[in-house]
């Protein structure tokens, strides 16, 4: 490695000190970290591995926003605000420019959302990230999978496909213009953690998730935990402008149902709460898109204009049943 293992942490992650309930942070066995009076802690990991969840080449900085980012979706997906995080970095080299443009775009995304490097672990190897994040809760008020009934509504944050549609054209199995290049390359390395959203809906929604492997997959999910089944409208799919731009050249409706990548929430809302999620989200307060229904059963159903509707298939898993 061109710069020391302890030195590399000196350098590019240990950089400033404090944080909220940070007792102590990096550079001893232990962080000691402090959970705000009257909370639960919330949990979450994800690993990112070259090749598979990026590609090996990519803008360093823009790897590092995409790891806290998916990671924090996590939490905004539970209603739990950011509070710390620990990095275990993988590295097949340390190349000082790579780690730059790494820990840049990783504090970038760290002061954004408001959470605190607090720890990790520093080895050789292929390309991998690993983040833990840490966020707080009240007990008792966590977004959860597995509390969605019959004749709840089914709503999706912000839009849906560009995830699949911008890493279809990273990959260049679809062109799309020069006007698009900046807007779909920032949907898949910069999105969104709907961490407001996550919060507003704490009090309204009965089951919430972050899609990551793509809507009809991930509302599975909520269906196996709440035995239930779901109706989506695929003609009330929200796209984006940029994605509906190219018409029938993509296949846009399937990639909102089965592409990953979006992080959105994906959330149920019993009747009596309905109107007030109707509120917030004709007062700009929430964006958010009624898409379908949770009906008894267990089968997740797609219906356009009222006919069945068959998607190609339902989602990224990697191991195959
Ligand atoms: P140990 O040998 O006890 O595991 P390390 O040498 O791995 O200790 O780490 C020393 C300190 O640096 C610890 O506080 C650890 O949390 C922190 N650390 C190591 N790697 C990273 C990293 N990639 N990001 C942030 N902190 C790190
Ligand atoms: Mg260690």
């Given at each position: 490695m061109a710069v020391g293992e302890f030195e590399l942490i000196q350098q590019y992650f240990h950089r400033e000190a404090g944080g909220e309930g940070v007792v102590l942070g990096i550079g001893d066995d232990c962080a000691l970290l402090q959970v705000p009076e009257g909370k639960q802690l919330a949990v979450s990991m994800d690993t990112l591995i070259a090749d598979v969840?990026?590609?090996?080449?990519?803008?360093p900085g823009l790897i590092a926003e995409r790891a806290l980012r998916v990671n924090l979706s996590d939490l905004a997906a539970m209603g739990a605000e950011p509070l710390w995080f620990t990095l275990a970095l993988s590295l097949p080299e340390a190349d000082e420019h790579w780690l730059d443009s790494f820990s840049e775009g990783l504090f970038a995304a760290a002061h954004r959302y408001d959470c605190t490097l607090v720890g990790g672990d520093t080895t050789r190897g292929p390309l991998s990230i690993t983040i833990q994040v840490h966020g707080a809760l009240t007990p008792g008020k966590a977004l959860l999978r597995g509390n969605a009934s019959p004749g709840d509504r089914i709503f999706v944050t912000g839009k849906l496909g560009d995830g699949a549609a911008a890493l279809a054209a990273l990959e260049h199995r679809f062109e799309v213009q020069e006007e698009h290049v900046q807007y779909f390359a920032d949907q898949y390395?910069?999105?969104?953690?709907?961490l407001k959203e996550g919060q507003r809906l704490k009090s309204f929604a009965s089951a919430a998730l972050d899609i990551s492997d793509g809507l009809l997959a991930d509302l599975g999910h909520i269906c196996e935990q709440s035995l239930v089944g779901a109706e989506v409208a695929v003609e009330c799919l929200p796209i984006s402008e940029p994605l509906a731009f190219y018409g029938d050249q993509c296949p846009a409706l399937d990639w909102a149902l089965c592409?990953?990548?979006?992080y959105e929430l994906c959330f149920t809302v019993p009747e009596k709460n309905l109107s007030s999620v109707k509120a917030l989200i004709s007062m700009g307060e929430l964006v958010a898109t009624e898409i379908g229904e949770i009906v008894s059963g267990s089968q997740v159903l797609c219906k356009n204009f009222g006919e069945v509707y068959e998607p190609p298939h339902s989602g990224y898993q990697h191991f195959e049943p």
């Open positions: 969840h990026f590609p090996a080449n990519a803008d390395y910069r999105p969104t953690p709907r592409g990953g990548d979006d």
